[in-house]
C-alpha cells in the first residue's frame, strides 16, 4: 500500500497562492490515481480534484474551476495541488488521496488510502 505525505499548508491572505506537495511512496505509483479532498470546518469531506496515471485530471468540485491545477512530476512521485485566487472558504485540511485504479473516478467514491492532512487557512 502507499504511503502518502502533504505539506505546504499554511496561512495566505484572499486572492493569494499556495501550492501543496504530496509525496508518494510505494510500489508502482505511477500506475495510480492520485487526487486531493479537503473538509473544511463543521463539513464533510469533499473531492476536489484526481490525476490518473497518464496525467489526465478530472475536476470533482466545480468551484476551484480556474483557480486550482493539479499535476504530478512522476521522476518525484510528487503531486501537486496549484491553488490561486484564493477564497475563505477555501480554508481547510487538504487531504492526498489515492485509489488503486489507473484511472479516476468520473464520480469520487472512497479512497482506497489517505495522508494526513495539510491545513490551508485563507484569512487577512
Known amino acids: 500500500q502507499l504511503q502518502l505525505v502533504e505539506s505546504g499548508g499554511g496561512l495566505v491572505q484572499p486572492g493569494g497562492s499556495l501550492r501543496l506537495s504530496c509525496v508518494a511512496s510505494?510500489?508502482?505509483?505511477?500506475?495510480?490515481?492520485i487526487g486531493w479532498f479537503r473538509q473544511a470546518p463543521g463539513k464533510e469531506r469533499e473531492a476536489v480534484l484526481c490525476?490518473?496515471?497518464?496525467?489526465?485530471?478530472?475536476r470533482h468540485d466545480d468551484s476551484v474551476k480556474d483557480r486550482f491545477t493539479i499535476s504530478r512530476d512522476f521522476a518525484k512521485n510528487t503531486v501537486y495541488l496549484q491553488m490561486n485566487s484564493l477564497k475563505p472558504e477555501d480554508t481547510a485540511v487538504y487531504y492526498c488521496v489515492e485509489w488503486n485504479r489507473g484511472s479516476c473516478p468520473r464520480r469520487a467514491y472512497e479512497p482506497d488510502n489517505w495522508g494526513q492532512g495539510t491545513q490551508v487557512t485563507v484569512s487577512t
Open positions: 510505494g510500489s508502482n505509483v505511477d500506475s495510480y490515481s
Open positions: 490525476i490518473n496515471s497518464r496525467g489526465d485530471y478530472t
